[in-house]
């Protein structure tokens, strides 16, 4: 499936002249998981490990897997539910993401798959940073809290909510939160209580919020697209990336 959205995208790609990406078969605990590859120009360029919504790796996250690329970084999209499942009914992506929900340690060691996948494609993980959108903002603020070494993690109306017994105390990386403040799925009393916590343990973080932005505010054609929040909240985005992964090369 995912491969016939990289044909689908073939000739938006090349008009736009972007680096070159590949889907990449990968293994975590015996289950197989198709992600995609981009990498940058220049050698020992960043990572961006970007982790999907709840539809799956489709030709979203390549888009801006693409985009990413054409900033100078390199990009690794994880598949988080496995290779060839893309689900599209409601139904589905519910079971598929409750499953992990209820799961942390194996959405951990997926989250942790796709990492040494891309170190093993040849990706800088000594500068690395996290990115998700929605169910993929969940995933990498789960990431945090389990001390994954990375530069910094960033979520797009991602869930915020922490599991019962998790904390922050582990987070080595600044955290970049950017959500809609017309959000009716992730509310702003829980954006409140993450700021609240993270500031109670400590840790660098900037959290933003869009006016009118709704749930998936970034989703290019969706209904809740809105270009303001959209541009605004990618600029901030690359601003971010610039400075911690500089930080962490001095």
Known sequence: MLRKALL??????SALSFAEGQAVTYEVNGNK??????????????????????DGLTDYEIQRAQMLADMGYSVFAADMFGAGIRPTKVEDRRQHTGELYTDREKMRALAEGALKTAKAKGANTDKAVAMGYCFGGAVVL????????MDGFATFHGGLKTPEGQNYS????????????????????????????????????????????????????????????????WQRFGEFLEKVTAASAE
């Open 142 to 149: 789960e990431m945090a809290r389990a001390g994954m070494d």
């Open 33 to 54: 998981y198709e992600g995609y590859f981009v990498e940058a120009a220049k050698k020992d360029a960043p990572l961006v490990l970007l982790m999907h919504d709840w």
């Open 8 to 13: 689908g995208l073939g000739l938006f790609y």
């Open 170 to 233: 582990a987070t080595k990386g600044d955290l970049l939160i950017m959500h809609g403040t017309a959000d009716k799925a992730i509310t702003m009393d829980q954006f409140a209580g993450l700021a609240n916590e993270l500031e109670g343990a400590g840790i660098h973080h900037e959290m933003i919020t869009y006016s009118g932005a709704p749930h998936a505010f970034t989703v290019f054609g969706g209904n809740n697209y809105r270009e303001d929040a959209d541009k605004k909240s």
